[in-house]
Nanobody, 124 residues
Framework: QVQVVESGGGAVQAGGSLRLSCVFP????????MGWFRQRPGKEREFVAG????????AYADSVKGRFTIIRDGARYSLYLQMNSLELDDTATYYC?????????????????WGQGTQVTVSS
């Protein structure tokens, strides 16, 4: 297991924006797809967004398409999730992770090196 530093969560009103960040060790970043997941209380962890190993292809859950953007920065070994037009249903703990493969999938079991999680709370 590697140490992943996750940050950027907080409380925001509906319609607002937040940017989540994760910093990975180089060996856990290069050549692998990466993803963001979220988990609501009492619910299973669900896929939010993914990006392939070179940052050229992305995938999003239908619920966040057009509002969230996943960004991969190879120079900083960092992964970001820009979240705009936040809605009440976006309230959750958000996690970043690296995939075992070069392309992202929506299954949590296909990922490892999880961040510690950051809470996002959207209020009306």
């Amino acid at each position: 297991q590697v140490q992943v530093v996750e940050s950027g969560g907080g409380a925001v009103q509906a319609g607002g924006s937040l940017r989540l960040s994760c910093v990975f060790p180089a060996r856990a970043f290069i050549s692998f797809a990466m993803g963001w997941f979220r988990q609501r209380p009492g619910k299973e962890r669900e896929f939010v967004a993914g990006v392939d190993f070179d940052g050229k292809h992305t995938a999003y859950a239908d619920s966040v398409k057009g509002r969230f953007t996943i960004i991969r920065d190879g120079a900083r070994y960092s992964l970001y999730l820009q979240m705009n037009s936040l809605e009440l249903d976006d309230t959750a703990t958000y996690y970043c992770a690296t995939a075992y493969a070069a392309v992202p999938t929506p299954k949590p079991d296909d990922y490892h090196n999880w961040g510690q999680g950051t809470q996002v709370t959207v209020s009306s």
